[in-house]
Each structure stands twice: as structure tokens, then as C-alpha cells.
């Protein structure tokens, strides 16, 4: 991977779950659990109905959340603090991510679908806590998710990141198409690489990728 295909980014944009802890963690699973869960109680419906939309309105609308709002008018906030009310205890510090994350020139975000308190809690149980310039969330995205294209446009003219000296690091490839059509550099974050015209890098290793800039 050249480093120079980097040389022009000066904002560095990462997601959070799977991105900057590894999917090993299962953090999603409990996650998933309690949106089911909500979900069940809040439309009176069995667990399987319950599960079945949850995958329904993520892949349609690219979160769950987005999906009980669009059809159901769900008040988010209550949602939003009972799903990510969750045990941190499976995540570890990891010295390598953030030597490599505080090596990188220029500013460095956290972007989720999540709550910005949410993603405090992760970062400080992995030991990146004070490397972030800014963290945001769903909230600063005025509820819009990624993949949404309104959901990117809120948060980078928010915090005035210019795309084309920016890079996005991402797990879910559906979060990459935006940033790539808005000219940033993608980079997946998985287990496995994905062959798509909106994905230019890839890596099973985010502290090694990041080492290999060079800069």
C-alpha cells in the first residue's frame, strides 16, 4: 500500500464498532440483544418478529433505529440509552492502535451511528481516550445513519472536514460509498478484503495499516 496515496490527508475519520475494536469482542451481540428487545416491548411483537425487523430496518435504512423512527415515529433518545447500556468489560486497551492513531498528522475523528457518550465509554475501555480531536454521533448527524449521504454532509460541514484531504475507515462497506464519491480515501476495516469501486484499501489490521503511512 503506498504511503502516498495518503500524503494529502489531513482528517483522519473512524468509525467505532468493529473499526476500532476488533469484531472478536461482541460488543454487537449485546448490542443486538437489547435492540431486539426494545423492540419487542415498544411494538408489542414475539422476539422472532423483533429480530426479524431489526435486521429488516438495518439493512433497509441502514440502522435500526432509522427504521423504528421513518415507520414507528420512535423518540430516539430513551432507544439510544437502553440499547448501548452494555458490559465494556470484553474490550482491552491496545497500546499499538493508539501509538499508530497518535502518530498521524493532522486531526483524527470518531464517526458512528452510535451515541458520542457511547463511543466515549468504548474509547476509554481501549485506552484511545484524548486522541480524538472530536467524536460524533448519531445525534450530531441529526439522526440521519450512514450509509446516508445527509447523514456524512452533517457531521463533515459540522466539523468543516474538506473531503478530498480526508480519509474514512470504516467496517461495514456500505459506509465507504459516500466517502469515496465525495473524494476521501477509503480504507475497509474486516477480516476479509472486498472487491468494490468504493473501496481502495483494505486491512484486517488498523494499528499495522496506519504504522505503514510512514509519515
Known amino acids: 500500500m503506498p504511503a502516498n496515496a495518503f500524503s494529502a490527508v489531513e482528517t483522519w475519520v473512524f468509525d467505532l464498532d468493529n ?4 469484531p472478536a469482542a461482541r460488543l454487537f451481540d449485546q448490542i443486538e440483544a437489547r435492540m431486539t428487545d426494545y423492540v419487542m416491548r415498544t411494538l408489542g411483537v414475539a422476539m422472532d418478529e ?6 429488516h430496518y438495518w439493512q433497509l435504512y441502514g440502522t435500526t433505529l432509522a427504521g ?5 415515529d420512535l423518540d430516539p433518545a430513551p432507544y439510544l440509552h437502553e440499547v448501548h447500556a452494555i458490559d465494556f468489560s470484553g474490550l482491552t486497551p491496545d497500546p499499538a492502535l493508539a501509538a499508530a492513531i497518535a502518530a498521524l498528522p493532522g486531526r ?3 464517526y458512528t451511528n452510535a451515541t458520542a457518550a457511547y463511543a466515549g ?3 476509554a475501555a481501549r485506552g484511545l481516550e484524548g486522541l480524538f ?8 448527524a441529526e439522526f440521519h445513519p450512514k450509509p446516508e449521504r445527509a447523514a456524512f454532509e452533517t457531521v463533515f460541514a459540522r466539523d468543516g472536514i474538506v473531503p478530498a ?3 474514512m475507515f470504516e467496517d461495514d462497506p456500505r ?3 459516500v466517502p469515496h464519491a465525495l473524494g476521501m480515501r477509503t480504507v475497509l476495516v474486516a477480516p476479509e478484503p472486498l472487491e468494490a469501486p468504493h473501496i481502495e484499501h483494505h486491512t484486517a489490521d488498523l494499528a499495522a495499516f496506519l504504522c505503514t503511512l510512514g509519515r
Open 108 to 110: 483524527r475523528l470518531v
Open 175 to 177: 459506509n465507504l460509498v
Open 121 to 123: 465509554r468504548v474509547l
Open 165 to 167: 484531504r480526508a480519509a
Open 50 to 55: 423483533a429480530d426479524r425487523l431489526r435486521a
Open 133 to 140: 480531536d472530536a467524536v460524533y454521533g448519531v445525534e450530531e
Open 19 to 22: 473499526t476500532l475494536y476488533p
Open 68 to 72: 423504528l423512527m421513518h415507520e414507528h
